[in-house]
């Protein structure tokens, strides 16, 4: 799966479900909820006070050493 600024949390999750401490990591607990999987990382970034772009080269890392 291709990871973007622009893609949803909730497709991230669906595909790849190992990725949820990453997102822990910044903040985010609460991956279940409606208005979380309909965001996208850019935003969820911005509301969490964390860069975008940093954060999906490090979620990418994690993920290519599962």
């Known amino acids: 799966?291709?990871?973007?600024?622009d893609t949803l949390i909730g497709d991230i999750v669906n595909?790849?479900?190992?990725?949820?401490?990453?997102?822990?990591?910044?903040g985010m607990h609460c991956m279940g909820c409606a208005l979380a999987s309909?965001?996208?990382?850019?935003?969820?970034?911005a509301v969490h006070g964390v860069d975008p772009d940093d954060f999906i080269v490090d979620l990418r890392e994690y993920?290519?050493?599962?």
């Open 1 to 5: 799966m291709e990871i973007t600024r």
């Open 15 to 26: 595909e790849c479900p190992e990725a949820m401490p990453k997102f822990m990591e910044i």
């Open 38 to 45: 309909q965001e996208s990382v850019e935003e969820a970034c």
């Open 63 to 66: 993920l290519a050493t599962l």
